[in-house]
C-alpha cells in the first residue's frame, strides 16, 4: 500500500517534493504537473525550461518527427516520455528528445519506453550542464544508448557520440561541410548552425535540403 502523501494528487501549492522514493512509488508520484527523474531511489527534480530551450525541442522534434514518419523508420518522441534504463543500477529518465527505431518498438509500454533509446538528446539549461555532459553521458554509455546528442545553446555546442562495437560512446564529427550526420537514424543530417540563429530556420525548408519535401 502506497503511502497516502503519495496518492493524493498534489496541488502546486501543496506539492512536497520527496528526495527518496521506491520505483513503483515514483511511477505514481510522477504523474503530477513536476518534471523529475529517478535514479536509483534518487528523485532528482528539475528546473521548468527556459524559453530558448523549449523552442529549440520543439524545432528539432518538428524536423526530426517529419523525416522519421516519412522513412517510416521508427518514433520520436518528446520530453515528457520516460525511459527506464538498467546499468548495473536502475533509473527513469526522461531525455528531452528520443528516437526508437522500427525493430525496437515493442519496448514501449504505456508510460515508458524498457530499455535504452536508439537516440538520446539533451538540450543543456545552466542547471542541468553536469548532469548532461556527465553523468547521463555515462550512465547512457553504459545502458546501451546507441547515439547521444547534448545541444549546448548558451555556448553553442552540439556534441553527437554514437556507441562504438566495444560500447563506448565515440564522437560523431562535423563534416567539412559543416554537416552532422546521424549513424542511427537513417540519412539524417544537421547543420549545428541552424540551433544558434535567433530565429531558427522554416523547418520546410531544413526538410526540403533533408529531400523530405519538394522544392
Not at 168 to 173: A, G, Q, R, S, V
Amino acid at each position: 500500500m502506497l503511502p497516502a502523501s503519495i496518492l493524493d494528487s498534489p496541488t502546486s501549492e501543496s506539492l512536497t517534493v520527496p528526495s527518496r522514493l521506491s520505483e513503483e512509488e515514483f511511477v505514481v508520484w510522477a504523474t503530477s504537473d513536476i518534471r523529475a527523474e529517478w535514479v536509483d531511489g534518487e528523485v532528482i527534480v528539475m528546473s521548468p525550461a527556459l524559453f530558448r530551450h523549449g523552442e529549440l525541442n520543439l524545432w528539432l522534434a518538428h524536423l526530426l518527427d517529419i523525416y522519421v514518419r516519412h522513412h517510416k523508420l521508427g518514433k520520436v518522441v518528446g520530453q515528457e516520455f520516460m525511459v527506464r534504463l538498467q546499468w548495473g543500477r536502475v533509473s527513469r529518465r526522461v531525455p528531452d528528445l528520443l528516437f526508437i527505431s522500427q525493430a525496437r518498438l515493442a519496448q514501449i509500454q504505456t508510460n515508458h519506453l524498457e530499455g535504452p533509446p536508439d537516440l538520446a538528446v539533451e538540450i543543456v539549461s545552466p542547471e542541468s550542464a553536469a548532469r548532461d555532459w556527465r553523468v547521463k553521458f555515462h550512465e547512457y554509455e553504459a545502458a546501451g544508448v546507441g547515439e547521444y546528442w547534448i545541444i549546448d545553446p548558451l555556448n553553442h555546442i552540439l556534441e553527437a557520440s554514437v556507441r562504438n562495437a566495444a560500447g563506448n560512446f565515440e564522437k560523431i564529427p562535423v563534416a567539412e561541410d559543416g554537416i552532422l550526420r546521424s549513424a542511427v537514424v537513417s540519412g539524417f543530417w544537421i547543420k549545428p548552425e541552424w540551433l544558434w540563429q535567433e530565429e531558427l530556420p522554416n523547418p520546410l525548408v531544413c526538410l526540403r535540403e533533408l529531400g523530405v519535401t519538394a522544392g
